[in-house]
Each structure stands twice: as C-alpha cells, then as structure tokens.
C-alpha cells in the first residue's frame, strides 16, 4: 500500500499548468532540472516515451545577468563570467578539475576524477578517494572550507581569494544550477557529492512535466491492480518497530502493520510529522543521527505567465541571478 498525505501522486513530481485552457503551459513547483547522470530516471523516461531536451536557462548557458551589491554584470550565453568574477570562477573549476593538495596530509583527488572512478566501476578507489575527504572536511561548512582551499600558501587556479570580496563573488556567481551564497552553512562534502554526481552538469527540461513520470508509475498494473487503486489518502502520523514488525500509526489514531516501509517525505516532516528519529522509532540510533544531521536547503520559485516570449526578440536576460532580497525568498 501506499500512504499519501497530499491527496495527490509524485511529491516534488509535481506540475501545474497555468490554466486548463493551455495545459501545456506548466510551472514546476517541485524538481524541474534533471541532469543526464542520472541514469535511473532516464531509464523510466526513456520507458515511458517522456521526451527530455536541454533548453534550461542554466547560468552562463543563456544570457544571464548577475545583480551583484546593486550593479548588474552581464554574462554572455557559453562565455566566460564576467571580469570581475574570473578568479572565483577559474579557482574552482581548478579545484573540480585538479584536486587539492594541502599543507599537511595526502593530496584530495579532483572531484572529476572520482566521478571517472564510479563510471569506470573502481568502486574501491573511489571510496578510498571519498573518506581522504570525509577525514579532512568531514564536519565543516561549505564556507569555511572554500577558506581552507582559496585562501592558503597553494590554493587550486593558483591565485589566493581576496577576504571578503571573492567570497561574496563567488556566492552570488555560483556554478550549475545557482549562486552558493545562501548554501555557505551547508556542509562542503554535500557540495562536493554534487560535482561528484555530475548533478549541476548538463541538466535537462521535461517539456511535459516531470509529474507526467509519477502519472505513468501510477498506471502500472502489477497483481491485477494500478498503483494508484493502491494509494491510501491518509497522513501517517508516527512510524515504529514492534514486535509484530514495522507499525505505521494513520491520522485517523488507527494502526497498519508491513514488514517493510520506506519513507519519501522530506526530513522534516520524518522529524516532526512522523516522529521517525523519536526513542522507539523504526530507526537505530545511528540512523536517527544521520537522518538529523542532514542540512535541509530549501528554494522558492515564482511563475508568471506572460502573453509572448518577450525576452526571445529584445535580447533580454534568459537567467538572472542577485546577492540581494530575490535570492533570499
């Protein structure tokens, strides 16, 4: 069975469209950029007959302006950043593609080339590569690293950051799919994992909404039912392990029992909705631990609809990113 708090299928799978008028016209409330590493969902695309294709707006792929301290900086489409951010930009992508190598310690493999040892299946070197990571950065934010890599005697692209500017230019730069500044608190090694997983690399648009995914599990058909005749519209409020095995506790105070459950909520609705990392939950105490150790970051988005592409005949911005409130919604 599945447990579904929302009424409807797919969780951040979820597209709107405008208005049932042109339904084609969709706003992705969810996830919306899905790059090509991620051979899974490709697959299940690729199953499904769901085209994707790569006209993201990502930054620096399109015309993009960069709002920085209340000046606007343009950055032409596949070109360089503009001047003022160059040794930000050439510093870390010296860091992706070469490593690091600190003053004390074994030298840290280039983000690239772990990504290069999983593809290839060396498993083992990519593990042994990752803990020299974990071992040197394990506990630290993604701010107080970039100090460690850019501000020493030998920081990667060979030129040392400027304390506080290039900072504060490379959290409103960013890479990938946005600027860094509001992730500086997040720890660096989750950073890092995206690099590694190709994850702000070539990132792709569902024309048909991602949702249109969740839509086509649900029509599966698997011991004479869909998945959606399985769906059960009802929260759980608290899942547990008993004797009788793993009890799930509905909103209604009724109880269901499985052998297995696996949860898709968000972190905070395990915590605090689920009471999943409460004493006599469903989890050890490691898991419990590493389930509240996870930095939440969370992003708003608004949409609007306009009457035309007014952007593709006045050679306006296709992306625009600022250090200032937008950012911060």
């Known amino acids: 069975m599945l447990y579904e708090a929302s009424g409807r299928i797919g969780g951040r799978a979820y597209s709107i469209s405008f208005t049932s008028q042109a339904p084609a016209f969709l706003a992705e409330m ?28 990502d930054p620096g792929e399109v015309l993009t302006n960069l709002g920085y301290q209340g ?23 010296a860091f992706i593609s070469d490593g690091f190598t600190p003053s004390s310690g074994p030298a840290l493999l280039a983000p690239v080339a772990i990504t290069e040892l999983l593809r290839t299946g060396q498993h083992g070197a990519a593990r042994s590569a ?21 501000s020493g005697a030998h920081p990667p692209g060979g030129k040392p950051w400027r304390n506080p500017d290039d900072y504060e230019l490379f959290g409103a730069l960013g890479v990938g799919s946005s600027g860094l500044g509001p992730m500086y608190p997040v720890a660096f090694l989750e950073i ?39 769906v059960v519209d009802t929260p759980v409020s608290r899942i547990a392990r008993t004797g009788e095995g793993v009890m799930l506790t509905l909103a209604d105070g009724s109880n ?43 992003s708003s988005k608004v949409f609007v609809m306009t009457q035309r592409k007014f952007w593709l005949d006045e050679n306006l911005p296709s992306n625009i990113q600022t250090d200032t409130l937008v950012r911060d919604v």
């Open 192 to 230: 890092v994992c995206l690099m590694v997983d190709e994850l702000e690399t070539d990132q792709l648009f569902i024309p048909a909404g991602i949702e249109s995914l969740a839509q086509a599990f649900s029509q599966q058909v698997f011991g004479g039912r869909s998945i959606a005749r399985r």
């Open 71 to 93: 000046q606007t900086y343009t950055w032409l489409a596949k070109g360089n950043p503009p001047d003022m951010f160059a040794t930000v930009h050439a510093s870390w992508t």
């Open 130 to 150: 990752w803990q020299a990571y974990i071992d040197m950065f394990g506990n630290q934010s993604f701010y107080s690293v970039l100090q460690t890599l850019f």
């Open 256 to 298: 269901e029992f499985a052998d297995r459950v696996i949860v898709t909520a968000s972190t905070r609705a395990m915590q605090v909705d689920m009471a999943l990392t409460a004493p006599a939950s469903a989890l050890s105490p490691q898991q419990c631990s590493a389930v509240n150790d996870v930095h939440p970051t969370s």
């Open 30 to 57: 969810g996830a919306m950029r899905f790059p090509r590493s991620e051979h899974s969902l490709f697959h299940y695309l690729d199953q499904f007959g769901i085209e994707a294709n790569s006209n993201f707006p």
